[in-house]
């Protein structure tokens, strides 16, 4: 692992951190407490909790409901409970699942923690969203993804550390244009509805030293992101709203979420 992973607080850490988990460095803790000390639980712990819960909905809902099978989880993460793998397995036999994070902490942590059935048909690699080829031509995702097949491609709670600089409308499209008619992209991501200015400016701060800024955008450039993609019911909604496993099931609004499919 570089010193720089080190030295800098990483948000896959302070998310893991968020999540009650250990795999993190004091760095992170640091830098985490310093968010929760300025924006409080919300912000922090209880949307990653609500964003943690829309990833385990949305693959059991890909893989029960429609029948998908191949999973790229990119900005995945540290392990943590309910990770894609898991849930998917209880709906589709032998599920193939891919998951992208740019913090090596993410590969060394989690391939540890796989069985060696589970290696069979999952894999972690080390590579930024930002270069979709190094994720779409990886030997890895060539092994096991079958783009001639659908495959659902996730991007929970990753576009918001993405400038507008960095072009994610073309980040997009270069997976849009891997995947078969049938397929899938969920996604959800920070917005500005819902979310107080001062509160905003607080988060952005916050993460001015990590290894990547955030990112707020409104609903209408959350949507755009789709383009390409027919939202599924019950379309962009407040994270903690998409298919509740409860009707009244409380939502920070905080972020939004939702699926889209390929035509």
Known sequence: ???ESVERPSPARMYDYF???????PVDRVAAEAVIGRVGQTLTRDV???NRRFLGRVVRYLAAECGIRQFIDVGAGLPSQENTHQVAQ?????????????DPAVAEH?????????RANTAILTADLR???AILDHPDTKALIDFSEPVAVLFVAVFHFVRDSEDPASILRAFRDRMAPGSYLALSHLAVEGSPAEERALMEESYRNATAPMVYRSTAAIRSLFDGFVLV???LVPTGRWRPDEADAPSTERMYAGVGRKP
């Open 131 to 133: 270069d979709p080829a």
């Open 233 to 235: 019911p019950p379309g």
């Open 110 to 118: 989690g391939t540890r923690l796989l069985t060696e059935q589970e």
């Open 90 to 102: 209880r709906a589709v036999t032998a599920p193939r699942v891919i998951y992208v994070d740019n």
């Open 19 to 25: 999540l009650h988990g250990t795999n993190n460095y």
């Open 48 to 50: 990653v909790w609500e």
């Open 1 to 3: 692992m570089s010193t």
